[in-house]
């Protein structure tokens, strides 16, 4: 069936990098954007980037801009967050999730947490 | 970035009720709207997309109405399995997207 699976959260001092994958399985995933949503603490959903299709075009919330970088290996079917200078308030539950034609996210996995010691 | 208002944060109710949830957006967002429901623990679930299309699979009791910058999800009849928390979307200001703050549904 359709489904995406995080992986590579944990915890991380202030200012150290981490990276998050998604594998996809079920569908054609060349053929789909991806997003990363996050969930901090007690708060709502937070949009974090989006990536085409074909790798071509890439976006970020400016809270990450610069700092986090959003790719994928369309041959391993696998999305990735690479998560630089990493601070307090990065700590989250972070998502991927499938987009359909810039409308709505229709796939979403279960999540990883990150924790960024303050 | 386009705010996205939801209220209440928070709502008590009881199986068999009706539940309204509105969500209001800082400007004209036609009808990019989205709902999704979230458990903890649990992948977010699409429920309604474009103010008032059900996803595929969502139990009928879901709805959705509104365009411009008043929206409404409705859940007829609240099952024990729709105790949850609910939030909404716009995807009016592609390539960068919003969510509300969430509404969460207890049992009362």
């Known amino acids: 069936q359709v489904q995406l699976v995080e992986s590579g959260g944990g915890v991380v001092q202030p200012g150290r990098s981490l990276r998050l994958s998604c594998a996809a399985s079920?569908?054609?995933?060349?053929?789909?954007?991806m997003h990363w949503v996050r969930q901090a603490p007690g708060k709502g959903l937070e949009w974090v980037a989006v990536?085409?299709?074909?790798?071509?075009?890439?976006y970020y919330a400016d809270s990450v801009k610069g700092r986090f970088t959003i790719s994928r290996d369309n041959s391993k079917n696998t999305l990735y967050l690479q998560m630089n200078s990493l601070r307090a308030e990065d700590t989250a539950v972070y998502y991927c999730?499938?987009?359909?034609?810039?409308?709505?996210?229709?796939?979403w996995g279960k999540g990883t947490t990150v924790i960024v010691p303050s | 970035d386009i705010p996205m208002t939801q209220s209440p944060s928070s709502l008590s109710a009881s199986v068999g009720d009706r539940v309204t949830i509105t969500c209001r957006a800082s400007?004209?967002?036609?009808?990019?709207l989205n709902w999704y429901q979230h458990k903890p623990g649990k992948a977010p679930k699409l429920l309604i997309y474009?103010?008032?299309s059900l996803q595929s699979g969502v139990p009928s009791r879901f709805s959705g109405s509104g365009s411009g910058t008043d929206f409404t999800l409705t859940i007829n009849s609240l099952q024990p399995e729709d105790f949850a928390t609910y939030f909404c979307?716009?995807?009016?200001?592609?390539?960068?997207?919003?969510f509300g703050q969430g509404t969460k549904v207890e049992i009362k």
């Open positions: 400007q004209s967002i036609s009808t990019y």
């Open positions: 990536i085409w299709y074909d790798g071509t075009n890439k």
């Open positions: 999730a499938r987009d359909q034609s810039r409308q709505y996210m229709d796939v």
């Open positions: 979307q716009q995807t009016y200001s592609t390539p960068t997207w919003t």
């Open positions: 474009a103010a008032s």
């Open positions: 079920g569908f054609t995933f060349s053929s789909y954007g």
